[in-house]
């Protein structure tokens, strides 16, 4: 979007603060013309836009760069610069560093150290059109017209919708090509209707029709500068109503022959001399009744048109405008109170406030609906469309240009991408964006996802792992793996990543790939104990539920928790997978892992927990009652030493009372429930509480995913007085 005034750079060469960071988005139309023209002109047909014009190229390390001739080469670099530019390296998040280095290399006028800067600081920001400006300019005041060129080119592919960028390359152009040639005003015209096919919708789009306008009228173009007129009227813009005001100034002054198209001259002069007959002969019949016998009636002179007859024509021409401005006056009056909404409109890394985002949300919101409105009740008649804001089109005229008039659809694309400058560093803007492209176009979604994970937000996960989610369900797991894998060696050591890629090797059917990965998880995480247990908990899951391995599984929770012997979900894991096998076989190792887990430096609720869960396993699964009450006593000894009150309810005295009136609601249950020694209490009382929840905050932000909130969760209950009656109080 255009900046709403004339920001232009300070008095030392500096960018003014309020439109230093104003930049501009990839828009849907597809690239100009006069780029792919001008770049193989200057012997760089790879920097032109790709095939596909919903992608194009975005200025990066590989595809926006200058070449050094040898003339360029001014010696040493500044005392300061290698200082500077490994300081933006070190953090090129860090916009200050940069700005730093900018400033410092326009100070040297250093033209190596500044054309290597810029080129490094736009490949990360490119949004800032304003260093586009001033890198075009240091070519310029260096002899470079070419490269000057090539820099407004491509800045203009990064940002089209850059109506300041757009006014400098032609302003630029207009002072370096000779406008003697033939050709020259040719190549002029063709960049302004660049500039209006990918900026001209813009809500601020002012200055560039109004530049274009006044260039025609210099070139004596008068009918071009008409139809270019009625294209500015069909389109809602901050100004609207001034194009008005001119489009009237124009008329008065020319002729109507010079600035109408041949075809809508002629149609309005012969419908208003048939007007102007039926006036004359009605007027001639009462002149006739007073003129004197014998006069006359004088001739008039053939194939010349009165004065008269031109007002006509030029009441005729404002009457056919009137509709149409009125219904684009229509149009700014429902977007204005969106539009005023916004008051940033332009790239800043400052973080915008709430307000702001909510006002882009309810701006697209609002856009979408009259979409989808329209789509449900297309007819022009109806009330609600007239009311509510149906998209005026233009009728298709000669040489007018008419994609730069909106449809439905181009509207809340266009939209999208003035959203995105001002949110580029937002991921819900462009999550929504590829989103509302993906029900239209899967390759129109994937490029707003490279350009935003790939320029934008190369640093922030979800927008990526988004991506690879949309390549996989549209069944690219090449494209998804390399998306994960970059993700990866960007963040390295991110647990949610590594799983994603393990997750995608699993669907893929690739169940090894799935394995290695988080084998190799396992093994580079072993100096952060924590993430270690993670792995190894995913890694053992994997081998025994998927792999059909147990042994194996074992394997990786044993030589886990030789690592970490405190952590409560490794030994929690290992008892699972053994309480989950054959229970005449596995009843030695269940009551290993109990015992390991009570040697364990664990807290003594936990060791309870335990403990209680192996004399559950005895009481379920045991051959001999010897066995059972082996067990039982070592449990009273451990509640004796570390339960506290617990015994008490263990041992089923008062506690037990109260459980029983919670459960049956009489103390009569109780006591019946005491004189029945040989049938147990089966009802499970709430899970343990006080459980360590502390340990989720060990796996990040993604803990809820893969750990359970409470022991309880795992299956196993709270179950003290599941013995209650069965054995005497110890």
């Not at 560039?208 to 008068?222: A, C, F, T």
């Not at 010349?304 to 007002?311: F, G, K, V, Y």
């Not at 998880?521 to 391995?549: C, M, N, Q, T, W």
């Not at 340990?695 to 803990?703: E, F, M, R």
Request: with cysteine.
């Amino acid at each position: 979007m255009a900046a709403e005034g004339y920001e232009e750079m300070s008095g030392n060469g500096e960018l003014e603060e309020s439109s230093a960071m104003e930049a501009f988005e990839v828009p849907p139309p597809p690239p100009p013309t006069e780029m792919a023209d001008m770049l193989e002109e200057n012997g760089s047909p790879a920097a032109v836009a790709p095939e596909a014009p919903e992608a194009p190229v975005e200025p990066g390390p590989a595809s926006f760069s200058m070449p050094l001739a040898a003339e360029d080469d001014e010696g040493e670099l500044p005392v300061d610069f290698e200082r500077l530019w490994k300081a933006a390296h070190d953090d090129p998040q860090d916009f200050t560093t940069w700005t730093d280095l900018l400033q410092y290399c326009e100070q040297e006028s250093h033209i190596t150290a500044s054309r290597r800067s810029l080129v490094a600081f736009l490949a990360r920001y490119p949004l800032c059109y304003g260093y586009w400006k001033k890198f075009a300019d240091l070519e310029r005041r260096a002899g470079y017209n070419d490269k000057a060129e090539e820099v407004c080119i491509q800045g203009l592919q990064a940002i089209p919708l850059s109506v300041d960028l757009w006014i400098h390359y032609i302003n630029l152009l207009l002072g370096t090509l000779d406008m003697n040639l033939s050709d020259s005003p040719v190549r002029i015209r063709r960049v302004f209707e660049d500039a209006v096919v990918a900026s001209g919708l813009d809500f601020h789009s002012d200055r560039l029709w109004d530049l274009y306008i006044e260039w025609e009228k210099e070139q004596g173009n008068l009918r071009h500068a008409t139809a270019i007129m009625d294209r500015i009227l069909k389109v809602p813009t901050q100004l609207y109503n001034t194009h008005y005001d001119k489009f009237k100034e124009h008329l008065s002054a020319h002729e109507p022959k010079e600035m109408l198209s041949p075809e809508e001259y002629e149609e309005l002069r012969a419908c208003c001399r048939q007007s102007q007959k039926a006036e004359r002969a009605e007027q001639a019949q009462e002149e006739e009744e007073e003129r004197p016998p014998g006069e006359e009636e004088p001739a008039t002179p053939e194939g010349t048109d009165s004065e008269e007859l031109m007002q006509k024509i030029r009441e005729q021409v404002l009457v056919r405008r009137d509709k149409v401005y009125l219904d684009n006056e229509g149009e700014v009056r429902k977007r204005w109170n969106f539009e005023d909404a916004i008051k940033r409109p332009y790239f800043h890394v400052k973080a915008l406030d709430r307000l702001q985002l909510r006002a882009w949300h309810s701006y697209l919101d609002w856009e979408i609906a009259q979409l989808n409105k329209d789509t449900k009740d297309p007819s022009p008649d109806s009330e609600e469309a007239a009311t509510e804001g149906a998209e005026v089109t233009a009728q298709p005229q000669e040489g007018s240009g008419d994609a730069a008039v909106a449809t439905d659809d181009n509207r809340v694309r266009i939209l999208f991408e003035r959203c995105l400058i001002a949110c580029a560093l937002y991921e819900e803007l462009w999550t929504r964006y590829a989103q509302y492209l993906e029900a239209h176009s899967v390759e129109e979604a994937r490029a707003v996802y490279r350009r935003a994970c790939e320029v934008h937000l190369t640093y922030k996960p979800n927008i990526h792992m988004q991506w690879a989610t949309f390549e996989e369900r549209h069944g690219d797991l090449s494209e998804a793996r390399r998306v994960l894998e970059a993700l990866e060696k960007s963040l390295p050591g991110f647990a949610v990543v590594r799983l994603r890629r393990a997750g995608l090797e699993r669907r893929a059917g690739q169940l090894d790939q799935s394995e290695a990965l988080l084998r190799d998880a396992v093994a580079e995480s072993k100096e952060k104990p924590s993430l270690h247990a993670f792995y190894s908990i995913k890694l053992a899951r994997l081998l025994l539920k998927l792999g059909r391995d147990p042994s194996r599984a074992r394997g990786v929770l044993q030589e886990a928790l030789e690592i970490s012997p405190d952590n409560d979900k490794l030994h929690m894991n290992l008892l699972e997978l053994e309480v989950s096998g054959d229970p005449w076989a596995s009843a030695g190792a269940v009551q290993e892992c109990v015992t390991r887990a009570l040697a364990a430096p664990l807290a003594p609720h936990t060791k309870i927990l335990f403990s209680q869960r192996g004399l559950q396993f005895a009481e379920d699964y045991s051959n001999s009652i010897q066995s059972v009450l082996s067990v039982y006593e070592e449990h009273q000894k451990l509640l004796r030493e570390l339960g506290g009150t617990k015994r008490g309810a263990e041992n089923g005295d008062e506690d037990s009372e109260k459980l029983s009136k919670s459960e049956d609601g009489s103390a009569d249950a109780a006591q019946v429930s005491t004189n029945m020694p040989h049938v147990p209490i089966t009802t499970p009382p709430p899970p343990v509480g006080g459980a360590d929840m502390s340990s989720q905050a060990d796996y990040g932000s993604y803990s809820s995913w893969y750990q359970q909130p409470q022991y309880g969760s795992y299956g196993y209950q709270n179950t003290w007085n599941y013995n209650q009656g069965y054995y005497p109080p110890s």
